[in-house]
């Protein structure tokens, strides 16, 4: 018979509140628990469970019911043993696979006393949480020096690099796990880890986008500009990790967001304002990295200072720009008419140009590091090589006593991302 309305369930959804409030769940898990007792096991935020322990989705009983005929006969009593008789042998969901196989499982132990010694183990590290509570993995340095990445950016605006190369000398061993390669190219979306803590990653790609791309328009896309399916898939990813509880580093230089009929057939100003509304409603704290270029509302949109209050701290470097657009761009925005105006009326053209060139100039003195720190528009300006020392201290803040928490075995973006 089925559970009343608020009966075995609700234990599950209960713990997935307190974790949602900051509340870890812990269980000890022994024997058998099947079915609803798999949910009791796998619904805390940390498992520990004795050597023998098994739980799943169905227990051996259950599996070797799985095919009703409606009816039972000796063919089909013969059928229940043979099922029954292979699944107690080695039973569904124990320890070797949600230990050395899904990793669900903390810690496994070879008495039932050492198992609550475990727990007890554990709580002393609530409710001011030790590092270890929250690692994915031991901490390890990236596989590649921080002091090359001087020498990956450039400072002129219009050469491009790899961003990848950046992001494998900042994060522990190099390693990256990537959403949805090859859609929305512009943009990289994946989950890395910095000193030990999973971290979520945005940031920018540079270079020639292919002639197909994107595909609203017969205009070749460039990186560092905004298309289409960069800004839904941004989207998705700072939703999956909001649901997942992973804080965010962004790594900017962006030069803006497409323009035109086109663009705006392409839904992009919506699209734009949609993703400053994720990152609202994912109530994640993020970091900025300017690394070269924060144009405009690209750098609104982007996890900047401007358009959110996630942001825990920004950060510049050497070559960083903030700008509302290129100076060149402003002033064609500027004088434009003018210029028209002057033509028609074989006018000299040159004072209007020499204004041009004048606006141009206040925008690269108002753009630098400098004058970005000075106003505010960063934080602070670093050193490349000294990236990855604020990285690790905000990876090591945000989960220090977080508001709220998603257990590493009920995540989704890492799910998706394997598929």
Not at 369 to 381: L, M, S
């Amino acid at each position: 018979m089925f559970p009343d309305r608020r009966g075995h369930g609700a234990t599950f959804f209960r713990h997935a509140r307190l974790n949602q409030l900051g509340v870890p769940v812990l269980v000890g898990i022994y024997g058998t628990n099947p079915a609803g007792g798999g949910y009791h096991s796998i619904s805390p935020t940390v498992l520990f469970a004795h050597k023998d322990a098994n739980f799943a989705v169905g227990g051996a009983g259950i599996v070797g019911g799985m095919s009703p005929k409606g009816g039972f006969d000796i063919e089909g009593a013969n059928d229940i043993i043979e099922a029954s008789r292979a699944s107690r042998a080695a039973p569904p969901g124990r320890v070797e696979i949600h230990y050395d196989e899904t990793g669900f499982i903390r810690q496994v132990y070879e008495t039932d006393e050492a198992v609550l010694d475990g727990i007890r183990e554990c709580m002393r590290e609530l409710p001011a949480y030790r590092p270890e509570f929250f690692r994915v993995a031991d901490p390890a340095e990236p596989a590649l020096p921080g002091e090359e990445i001087r020498l990956i950016v450039p400072p002129d605006p219009q050469a491009t690099f790899t961003v990848e190369q950046v992001i494998a000398r900042l994060v522990d061993g190099s390693e990256h796990l990537e959403f949805r390669p090859g859609y929305g190219p512009e943009l990289y979306c994946g989950l890395v880890k910095v000193d030990g803590f999973l971290i979520g990653v945005v940031a920018n790609r540079g270079g020639f986008l292919g002639q197909d791309y994107p595909e609203y328009t017969d205009t070749p896309g460039v990186g560092g500009k905004l298309y289409r399916q960069g800004l839904i898939k941004v989207n998705e990813f700072v939703t999956l990790c909001g649901r997942d509880r992973i804080p965010l580093v962004w790594f900017q230089d962006a030069s803006g967001i497409d323009v035109g009929d086109e663009a705006e057939k392409a839904e992009l100003l919506g699209l734009g304002q949609a993703l400053i509304y994720s990152i609202q409603g994912s109530d994640l704290p993020m970091v900025c990295v300017v690394l070269r270029r924060a144009h405009g509302a690209a750098h609104y949109v982007l996890g900047g200072p401007p358009a959110g209050d996630n942001n825990a701290f920004t950060l510049g470097t050497p070559v960083t720009q903030v700008q509302v657009m290129h100076g060149e761009t402003a002033a064609v925005a500027a004088f434009s008419r003018r210029l028209v105006k002057e033509h028609e009326a074989e006018r000299d053209l040159q004072p209007v140009l020499d204004r041009m060139n004048e606006l141009v100039r206040l925008y690269e003195e108002t753009s630098d590091p400098i004058y970005a720190a000075v106003r505010g528009f960063v934080d602070e300006v670093v050193r490349f090589e000294d990236i990855r020392r604020y990285l690790v201290a905000f990876a090591n803040a945000v989960y220090q006593n977080p508001r709220s928490m998603c257990p590493p075995h009920q995540m989704l973006t890492p799910r998706v991302i394997r598929g």
